[in-house]
């Protein structure tokens, strides 16, 4: 039996681990620059619920068949990344990265193992593999130091040739863009980005990520992706989530094409569909731009779930104890594949003991401080998975998608197909309504009247639409609107408030005042089509608009359930405001809720 080989390198880096990290582990990433080929990705589940997963790839006239093992990290510490070969010219290979600090810096250690299978593998590794490998390896690394130091927006150079016809097609569509009012700079960045990013960047853009990364406006990054698809430079896709490993097994290019759950193979599990959970609005380029392959760079990796702090494979009855320092959050803890997990909220000290049993997760007593401990008490090995449960912050939910006025005012056919409904978690309804305008009519007349409405509509639409809300719909003077962020919807009740007598002064001539009666309610409601638009349904909704019909005018009606969210609390402080409660229609109890008084006494 041929002995595997080895080879190892060593790196100095001047930034710290964390900065380090995120580019020598997105593996991904790492093989499209090293030029390495897509490949395909069969899934067998097995009797115990666990995945095995083969790839196939070839590289010239060589095909390659393996089985990817889980792999194994810690974040900032680590990784092991291992293959077994069935076909092609090794028998294993694998890959492990350590960093370490070192002073104010990073030493990395980089070691690739190969036991080689027959002639072929001895031949492979006499003609220079990990000499050529070296090349690649080492140039990576020099990019990855730039990067982490700050030198370089992206972690690597990807190679990317774009046609002329292409260059063509994206000059044009840039010219458009900017016509359209948008930022000259973030247009340019952004198609500077389309042209040189590498296909896994490409396949599913994130317009949250994008902002956190660039440090733009969000807001602004989601309209960009949108009138990009508008004016031919993007393609927009509905993805379902699995809630473990963040992919998107299933997904249209329509929300009515979109199935109500789905199965992820890879971590063999089913799971629902909620708009504001794990449907996820990205978007990739045009074809006519950049056509992107199918397959994978690296299946697993630790940064294609950056959102799993550490994964680690345990053999029967096995213990292990890690080094690591978890800031306080929230945490999912659970098995790489089916069964059951554990959530927690950890304000800090030591971190409880990671169980897994054969019927899924638990949490022990305290570890010691600055260590995660680990325990396999099942008769089957298990690869234990803690998660931080943030992970959606750089996905672009449906509910927050279509809640906002640009998706709604460019995407007014995007909708659920006739008899579906889809969950929302929570949504923030705004209702409002003109006071007395019935005797206005008749005061100064129909024409006069519903230009007054007119405007006071455009009024309320461009606040809303500065608070990252979108009007649902309009019935005779009223207006009904949603918000993904409770916060953001108060922001906007108080802000239309405040403004109403600006308005009355330009538009009333000092002659004639509106008076806008406000209601808001949060709560869990489902989205459904009604007269060829995105609705919403439910007991939340009835709730805001009867919240509403409490408002005397010039105030602000916020249910007790909205008044109660932490951010809304922020921006309630210094506000006078007086608990009630009365019986609604349809509600059997009392419904309490807080009035904030007329509009001249809110504060600034």
């Not at 060593?10 to 499209?32: C, G, M």
Request: aromatic residues 8%; glycine residues 8%.
């Amino acid at each position: 039996m041929a002995k595997p080989q080895r080879a190892t390198w060593v790196w100095h880096f001047d930034a710290p681990p964390e900065k380090v990290w995120p580019a020598l582990a997105d593996t991904a990433r790492f093989n499209e620059a090293a030029e390495l080929p897509r490949y395909k990705v069969e899934t067998a589940v097995q009797p115990d619920g666990s995945v095995v997963y083969t790839g196939r790839a070839k590289i010239g006239p060589v095909k390659l068949v393996w089985r990817d093992l889980p792999t194994e990290w810690v974040t900032n510490h680590s990784f092991r990344h291992a293959r077994a070969f069935s076909a092609g010219p090794f028998k294993t290979l694998i890959a492990t990265l350590q960093l370490k600090p070192e002073g104010t810096g990073t030493r990395g250690e980089y070691v690739v193992e190969v036991e080689p299978a027959g002639l072929l593998g001895h031949a492979a590794l006499l003609a220079g593999f990990f000499r050529s490998a070296g090349k690649t390896f080492n140039r990576l690394a020099n990019e990855a130091a730039a990067f982490a130091s700050g030198q370089r927006e992206e972690p690597f150079t990807m190679p990317v040739s774009l046609t002329a016809e292409a260059r063509n097609r994206l000059a044009a569509m840039q010219g458009e863009l900017e016509r359209q009012g948008l930022r000259a700079a973030l247009v340019q960045r952004f198609v500077r980005f389309i042209a040189e990013a590498g296909e896994i960047d490409l396949m599913r853009i994130r317009p949250l990520r994008l902002a956190r990364l660039w440090g733009e406006p969000e807001r602004d990054m989601i309209e960009l992706c949108l009138r990009a698809v508008r004016a031919g430079l993007l393609t927009l896709r509905w993805d379902l989530l699995c809630p473990s490993c963040r992919g998107g097994p299933v997904g249209a290019n329509a929300l009515d094409q979109l199935p109500r759950g789905a199965h992820c193979p890879s971590c063999n599990i089913d799971y629902d569909r909620d708009f504001a959970r794990n449907v996820e609005l990205n978007f990739r380029p045009s074809p006519t731009i950049r056509p992107l392959n199918d397959g994978e760079f690296c299946l697993f990796g630790p940064m294609t779930t950056p959102h799993v702090v550490l994964q680690q494979t345990l053999s029967p009855g096995e213990s292990r104890d890690i080094g690591l320092t978890l800031p306080p959050g929230d945490y999912r803890l659970r098995p790489l594949h089916a069964g059951g997990d554990v959530s927690l909220s950890w304000d800090g000290g030591g971190f409880p003991e990671v169980i897994a049993e054969e019927g899924g997760m638990r949490a022990g007593a305290a570890a010691p401080a600055g260590t995660v401990r680990l325990a396999n008490r099942s008769g089957r090995e298990i690869t234990v998975v803690i998660e931080s449960r943030d992970w959606v912050k750089d996905a672009l939910t449906a509910h927050r998608a279509t809640s906002m006025q640009v998706f709604r005012d460019l995407f007014a056919t995007e909708v659920l197909r006739p008899g579906d409904e889809a969950g929302i978690g929570q949504v923030t309804l705004m209702f409002t309504d003109l006071k007395g305008s019935t005797a206005m009519y008749a005061r100064i007349g129909d024409a006069a009247a519903y230009r007054l409405v007119r405007d006071h509509f455009a009024f309320l639409a461009a606040t809303i639409r500065e608070h990252d809300g979108a009007i649902v719909k309009t019935i005779g003077d009223a207006v009904m609107a949603a918000f993904s962020d409770p916060a953001n919807a108060l922001q906007a009740a108080l802000e239309v408030q405040r403004n109403v007598a600006a308005f009355n002064r330009e538009f009333g001539g000092g002659q004639e005042e509106i008076v806008i009666k406000l209601g808001l309610h949060t709560g869990a409601c489902i989205a459904v089509t009604l007269n060829g638009r995105l609705d919403y349904f439910g007991s939340t909704v009835n709730l805001a608009a009867r919240l509403q019909a409490q408002s005397q005018g010039g105030d602000i009606v916020l249910s007790a359930d909205l008044a109660a969210d932490p951010a809304v609390r922020t921006v309630l402080a210094g506000l006078r405001a007086e608990s009630e409660s009365a019986r609604v229609k349809g509600f059997e109890n009392p419904v309490a809720f807080l009035r904030l008084l007329p509009s001249k006494q809110l504060a600034a």
